[in-house]
């Protein structure tokens, strides 16, 4: 028990630093310019936030009764559903073109403060529901589950691109169901068409499942 309080001390601390130096460099700038433009990074880590309070909740869980498990499935589809909007501040970085002058650098180092957090809390999120479910199924099919978070990678960049490029958000799925349907299987089913999307979800794929690889080896 004291280890795990250790792991998760150390694991919300570098959570905290990097969230103080975002929120930092962004007060910082809305003090002396006025202007409330990137403000909006403040509720893409809100929301990059809720797939990792779900999955640091379910990795403390005994599923040891129906009940729990569940609940398991009620959360672990939330957190999917959730899942896309830690990455997804990366792709702010385009808000970059809208900077001017000396301030051009001053927003890159910003908007990147905010995506390194954003994407930290994505592969800690991946981490934590893989050994979940790892510990669901009680360590059967592990040569499966070992890939399961590759998986959930690629849905991920599958859903950046979604919020992105056609500007959908996680509620969609409940307001819009139909439209969001019909747009990810003509994605699916002609990708001679998508050729720019393919290359868009295939690059963030290959940057968050390297990432991921990277963090699992060191932290092993």
Not at 149 to 154: Q, R, S, T, W
Request: net charge positive; charged share 15%; aromatic share 18%.
């Amino acid at each position: 028990m004291k280890t795990i309080s250790i792991k998760t001390y150390t694991e919300w601390s570098r959570i905290a630093v990097f969230t103080l130096l975002a929120s930092s460099l962004l007060v910082l700038r809305i003090k002396l310019t006025h202007d409330f433009y990137l403000l909006f990074l403040v509720w893409n880590l809100i929301l990059a936030f809720i797939p990792y309070v779900i999955s640091s909740y379910l990795r403390h869980e005994n599923y040891n009764n129906r009940w729990s498990k569940i609940s398991f499935v009620g959360l672990f589809m939330i957190w999917l559903l959730f899942l896309p909007n830690a990455p997804y501040i990366i792709t702010d970085l385009i808000h970059i073109s809208n900077s001017s002058g000396s301030w051009r650098v001053f927003d890159a180092l910003l908007i990147v403060s905010f995506a390194v957090l954003g994407t930290y809390l994505g592969i800690l999120s991946i981490y934590d529901m893989s050994r979940s479910i790892s510990k669901l199924f009680k360590y059967r099919w592990k040569k499966l589950l070992h890939k399961l978070p590759y998986v959930f990678v690629m849905l991920s960049a599958f859903g950046i691109y979604l919020g992105r490029e056609l500007r959908y958000n996680s509620w969609d799925i409940i307001k819009n169901p139909l439209l969001l349907w019909n747009d990810c299987m003509d994605l699916i089913m002609a990708p001679q068409d998508h050729l720019e999307a393919w290359l868009f979800m295939l690059s963030m794929s290959l940057f968050l499942s390297t990432s991921y690889y990277v963090y699992t080896s060191y932290k092993k």
